[in-house]
């Protein structure tokens, strides 16, 4: 069987098991308080109509976002993640969990239902998996099993894993700065960086007069790589090698508070491409979509000059971020494959330096956590880590709650102010995962 009847065969029997989770859509746009762009008509017709076409300007409005989310290669050039020829890991079926009827709790305490959690954070959809197996799924407005969603900087995750993998394997030295892979970068504040500071948002510099603030849109980053509007007398850094090689010192690396920037992964990214020989995006395959067994291939943005988004460029399917995340959390083995060497999990899981994450803009809305290796650890009682995307793009992991939950969204609301919120939603689910966890038809 060629691959393609093969990929289309079991894309079909997903479609079509036992609970039709992958299948289900809740209800309609105005029961579900969505904007539904088909329903809007946006990109609709051949050709749509002026007001509903999409381009660069109005991409990442309030009307047209949620498209675009859906659709990053309409918009950008992309490179392809690849998922090789491998045969499709098999994601089981288990007993499904009545997710809509829980009830979580709002920053007040208020009870609120799960319908609500969907409006407030904007769900595109979402999985439960319960010790390998898939309890939930949904897909709501335009969102389909094979949509590649944007997973905006969810990516940094990917890349911190795969640089601790690289060191672990002697081909890196994070204790090593980065001008040591990358000597154009001598002259600019992130070459003085290591690479272990870059990894954790610990390296102090700025683009032009921009010191980034965790959640917020870093404005001359995203014009840089050309994938937000430049004005018209713009005159900053082409793309993301030009700007990497103009920041500026911002203090000692190593010092002060956590602080969040796109500029690190990038850099990071840059590092490992020159260690390796290889495109991000091959990398990815080889290391991660390939050896997971994916369903499909994935896409990574590309800049104005054809360089890869390294800080939050990809985009991917549900199912497929579901297999990465319990592959995670089986301490690098999935599917009977080791992936990821074990030590590596176990430090990230370990977490990073609490002081330094309290101190920053970060601290509020995740009290009691801390941020190591490209990824944001929880410490609460199941152990939870998880990446965190732009617009509500979550992998949750929960070694200690035997789970993962994957959240894609278009949450247009400030980044970090739903976080709460979402963190008690993950939890109440696997609470009522443990009460179910006697029946044997969940394992």
């Not at 009830?103 to 959690?117: A, C, K, L, V």
């Not at 800049?303 to 995340?325: C, I, P, Q, Y």
């Amino acid at each position: 069987m060629t691959y393609m009847l093969r990929l289309c065969a079991t894309a079909a029997l997903l479609a079509a098991g036992a609970n039709c989770l992958a299948a289900d859509r809740i209800g309609n746009a105005a029961e579900n308080n969505l904007d539904v762009p088909s329903e809007q008509g946006i990109m609709v017709g051949f050709p749509p109509a002026p007001e509903n076409l999409i381009t660069l300007q109005n991409q990442g409005g309030p009307r047209f976002v949620r498209w675009s989310i859906m659709h990053s290669a309409s918009n950008f050039p992309t490179a392809r993640v690849s998922r090789g020829t491998n045969s499709i890991s098999p994601l089981p079926q288990g007993r499904p969990l009545d997710v809509e009827s829980i009830q979580t709790r709002d920053d007040n305490g208020n009870p609120i239902s799960m319908r609500e959690f969907y409006r407030r954070t904007g769900l595109d959809a979402m999985l439960v998996l319960y010790q390998g197996r898939v309890v939930f799924e949904r897909y709501l407005g335009d969102m389909r099993p094979t949509t590649l969603h944007g997973m905006f900087s969810c990516t940094k995750s990917l890349v911190g894993t795969l640089a601790a993998t690289l060191a672990y394997e002697g081909k890196l030295d994070l204790s090593a700065p980065a001008r040591r892979y990358v000597p154009e970068l001598a002259a600019s504040a992130l070459g003085g960086a290591t690479l272990q500071q870059l990894l954790d948002m610990r390296a102090n510099y700025r683009f032009g007069d921009d010191i980034h603030q965790s959640g917020s849109v870093q404005r001359i980053f995203h014009q840089a790589l050309g994938v937000m509007p430049r004005p018209k007398d713009y005159n900053g850094p082409d793309g993301a090698y030009a700007l990497l090689m103009s920041a500026q010192p911002a203090g000692e690396h190593g010092t002060g508070p956590f602080r969040y920037d796109n500029g690190s992964t990038q850099a990071l990214g840059w590092v490992m491409q020159r260690a390796t020989g290889k495109s991000m995006s091959q990398l990815f395959s080889e290391r991660f979509w390939s050896p997971l067994g994916a369903e499909q291939d994935a896409d990574m943005v590309l800049d104005v000059k054809k360089a890869e988004w390294t800080a939050a460029g990809m985009s991917a399917n549900l199912r497929d971020l579901a297999r990465f995340g319990e592959m995670m959390r089986l301490d690098g083995v999935f599917n009977g494959k080791r992936i990821v060497p074990s030590e590596i999990v176990a430090d990230i899981r370990k977490g990073g330096d609490k002081a330094a994450f309290a101190a920053s803009p970060s601290g509020p809305s995740r009290p009691g956590g801390s941020y190591h290796n490209q990824w944001w650890i929880n410490h609460d009682a199941y152990d939870s880590y998880n990446c965190a995307g732009h617009y509500g793009q979550r992998v949750w992991i929960a070694p200690k709650g035997e789970a993962v939950i994957v959240q894609l969204s278009t949450d247009l609301g400030e980044a970090s102010a739903q976080e709460p919120l979402r963190q008690r939603t993950y939890r109440a689910i696997v609470e009522a995962l443990r009460r179910t966890a006697g029946n044997p038809a969940t394992r």
